[in-house]
């Protein structure tokens, strides 16, 4: 089990840009996944980036491409989410969450930790 806490979240406008970052901790996460969900009002948690620790290889929901990007660093142990041009479409709480194993899952039954979740709301 690992254990995640975002941060970064806020208040932007549309158009602009936010960083997301979650600090990942606990037992050796060399074979893990970790990926970006988002839970906007009345909806569910959707998928939106996820990456494999140890390699980098990444994927992503077709609504995200080209304007989101999943990285991490690996001597600072955290997961970054680069938003930008955001629209109000993306209000909602991003989760942080993790699986062990290297595959790139998209489904959020396939993720085991998360984290608390961060507020981004994006105004018109």
């Known amino acids: 089990q690992v254990q995640l806490v975002e941060s970064g979240g806020g208040l932007v406008q549309a158009g602009g840009s936010l960083r997301l970052s979650c600090a990942v901790s606990?037992?050796?996460?060399?074979?893990?996944?970790m990926a970006w969900f988002r839970q906007a009002p009345g909806k569910e948690r959707a998928f939106v980036a996820a990456?494999?620790?140890?390699?980098?290889?990444?994927i992503y929901a077709d609504s995200m491409k080209g304007r989101f990007t999943i990285s991490r660093d690996n001597a600072q142990n955290t997961l970054y989410l680069q938003m930008n041009s955001l629209k109000p479409e993306d209000t909602a709480v991003y989760y942080c969450?993790?699986?062990?194993?290297?595959?790139?899952?998209?489904?959020?039954?396939?993720?085991?930790?998360w984290g608390q979740g961060t507020q981004v709301t994006v105004s018109s």
């Open positions: 606990g037992r050796t996460f060399y074979n893990y996944v």
């Open positions: 990456i494999r620790w140890i390699g980098g290889s990444t």
């Open positions: 969450a993790a699986r062990s194993g290297g595959l790139l899952y998209s489904q959020l039954r396939d993720y085991n930790d």
